[in-house]
Structure formats: structure tokens, C-alpha cells
């Protein structure tokens, strides 16, 4: 035993190699960004805060009892489709993934743009991402947008020594947009080939900038389209609700069993035609 403390004693003693020191290092490193990457946001889903659920699920309830009331008008009825609310906290995290999704892509092209001017001004890359940080501020004076927040921890990463090539890649692998990806995979094959940097990123982000351009055009298109339709969908139970409060002996056929079948066939239909439309005016460039 002694022996064997003796031992220990002189490996604590005995200073560490460089290589030894190097390998804890990276171990140490690979470590913390194993840790910290569960820590950072993922832009692949949505996670709906206790309130926001309740918030869904109570919106959902009581939008199905009035559209269940208005073309039952029994009470019975209407509380079985409330049971329908149960799906409305997937739909609404659906919305906000993708708003938050559209929200990032589009402060992905202005952050572009900001790094394209700063390597051209002949400034370093982390001087660049720094600068681009403050030029989103001027957009969002209280940096809460997503943008901010990943240029912020790639220069973070950048101060500790980090490559720049792995911070772009989990940014792009956390976002999981064939924008970032794009530019984060030219961005690292120019920092390992050598190329022209400048010019690279200048093209990678007047290609990206284009792209978002198309994308911003057809929504502005496609918009009044979208609302038309929404005032096609929403026709019908104002139509309802009129021929209900104004001749409620024209509609005391419907309130029968025959009537009620064809009240729950007229509900899928619309409900049909909503997820059509939804499909419809969701273009993907």
C-alpha cells in the first residue's frame, strides 16, 4: 500500500507533458460543446410554454362550442366538438415554428449582407460578426431576435478559440436551413482551401439575398389571395348566424336528425376545403 501511494504521489508531482496538457484541453472542449449545444435553441421545433398551451387549448374550446352551437344548437353537440381543441396546441406551435423559422431567415439575409461589407472593408471575420451584431441592433433595438442571439455566441465561440467553421456548423445544423447550411458548408470549404473569402461570401450572399427576395415577392402576391379565402371560409357562418338570429323557423329543419347530418357533412366540407387551401398557398422556393 505504501508503495503504491508513493506512486500516485510521484505522478502528481511529475509535471504534465504538452500533450497530455493539449489532450485534456480538447477532451475538456469536446465536453462543454457536447453540453452546451443541448442548450441552445433548435429551430426544428417548438416548444409551447404552459401558458401558450392553456391559452390554445382555451381559444380552441371555445371557437369549436360557438361553431358547434351555431349549426346544432345543442348544447350536447356542441360540447362533443369541443373535444376537437385538443389539436389546436399542434397547430399553434406549428404557426409559431414557422414564423420564427420565417423571422430568422430573413435576419440570416441582413446579417449576410452586414459580414459582405465588413470582409470587404478588409475587417477580420470576428470583427465582422461583431459588426454585424450592431447593425441588427439598429433593426431590434432590444436584441431579442434569434439572429442576435447566434451571431452573439459565434463570436463568444470565436473569442474562446473556437474555429469558426464548427460554430457556423451547428448553426446550421441547429437551424436546419438550406440557406445557413449553404453558406456555412462555402464558408468552411474557402477557410480550408484558401480561397477568396471576400468574394465568396459576397456571391454566397447576393445568391441567398435573391432567393429571400422571390420568396418575400410571392408572399406579398399571394396575399390577397390568402385573404380572400379566409373571407371564403368565414362566409358561411356568418351566412349561418344571419339566417339563425333573422328566420329561426327557416332553420328549424336542420335541428333534426337528418338535418343534423347534413350540418356535420357541410363542417367537413369546410374543413376540408380549409386544409386545401392552407396547402395551396404554402409555395416553397
Known sequence: MKAEW????????????????????????ARSQSQGSGRFPDY?????????????????????????????????????????????????????L??????????FKQALYSISSSLSAGKSVENAFRDAVQDLLLLDPGGRSDMIFELRLIVSRLEYGEPIEVALRDFATRAAMDDITNFADVFTTCKRTGGDLVEVVRRTSSVIGEKLDIQQEISVMVSQKRFES???LVAPFLLVLFMNLTAPDYMEPMRS?????????ALAGLGGCFWWITKMMDIQV
Open 98 to 107: 414557422e414564423r420564427r423559422r420565417r423571422t430568422l431567415n430573413l435576419h
Open 230 to 232: 379566409k373571407a371564403l
Open 44 to 96: 426544428r421545433t417548438y416548444h409551447l410554454s404552459p401558458s401558450q398551451r392553456v391559452g390554445s387549448l382555451l381559444a380552441g374550446a371555445v371557437l369549436l362550442f360557438g361553431i358547434g352551437y351555431l349549426f346544432y344548437s345543442h348544447v350536447v353537440m356542441a360540447t362533443v366538438l369541443v373535444a376537437g381543441c385538443v389539436f389546436f396546441p399542434k397547430f399553434w406551435r406549428r404557426h409559431l
Open 6 to 29: 508513493k506512486q500516485q504521489a510521484e505522478l502528481k508531482r511529475r509535471p504534465k507533458r504538452r500533450s497530455d496538457i493539449g489532450e485534456a484541453q480538447h477532451k475538456g472542449a
Open 257 to 265: 336528425g337528418a338535418g343534423m347530418m347534413i350540418s356535420t357533412l
